[in-house]
T-cell receptor
């Protein structure tokens, strides 16, 4: 079956540091890959997505590249801000049909000034 | 534009009581999903509707869990005879009939069973 593995948190960084959150997956076929973010007290929001191999998703300075050969979709940002403090979830889902996303356990990011 | 709304945001109940959560999806979305999220875990899929039809319910956690979407708009998730292990955040999401799989989530309904 499908599964997603994320690095455990919390990840603690100072403002302007470089961020990497690792995500690897196991899936049949060719899934779409997603990063969702959950800010304190808010619902899950889509951060970025990629629908096929070698696609790069990007949003708000975050990037992730769909690597089929390493079954990975690592999240990166060159310079984090305090406002990026949140829980980040990697997820995969089918490219067609209904979308029962499979989520990782989430990685908490804490950014200090 | 309103997003997905869920009610109540927090429910505290005693073991053995029944609880019901409501979800109002984004109005033009015909697909609706329920997920459960426990502390330290990612969301776990429970069930899915396309319009009023419940197309997947095998992942509901037990026969104490049921969901409806009678007119293809709002949905309810009911848990009967609650147990302490049911304490969790219950998330609703919706999506349009086409697209690349993005789900739009509500803020969730937190259940605490004493």
């Amino acid at each position: 079956g499908n599964s997603v593995t994320q690095m455990e948190g919390p990840v603690t960084l100072s403002e302007e540091a470089f961020l990497t959150i690792n995500c690897t997956y196991t899936a049949t076929g060719y899934p779409s890959l997603f990063w969702y973010v959950q800010y304190p007290g808010e619902g899950l929001q889509l951060l970025l997505k990629a629908t096929k191999a070698d696609d790069k998703g990007s949003n708000k300075g975050f990037e992730a590249t769909y690597r089929k050969e390493t079954t990975s979709f690592h999240l990166e940002k060159g310079s984090v801000q305090v406002s990026d403090s949140a829980v980040y979830f990697c997820a995969l889902g089918p490219n067609s049909g209904y979308s029962t996303l499979t989520f990782g356990k989430g990685t908490m990011l804490l950014v200090s000034p | 534009d309103t997003g997905v709304s869920q009610d109540p945001r927090h429910k505290i109940t005693k073991r053995g009581q029944n609880v019901t959560f409501r979800c109002d999806p984004i109005s033009e979305h015909n697909r609706l999903y329920w997920y459960r999220q426990t502390l330290g875990q990612g969301p776990e899929f429970l069930t899915y509707f396309q319009n009023e039809a419940q197309l997947e319910k095998s992942r509901l956690l037990s026969d104490r869990f049921s969901a409806e979407r009678p007119k293809g708009s709002f949905s309810t998730l009911e848990i009967q005879r609650t147990e302490q292990g049911d304490s969790a955040m219950y998330l609703c999401a919706s999506s349009p009939g086409t697209g690349t799989g993005e789900l739009f989530f509500g803020e969730g309904s937190r259940l605490t069973v004493l």
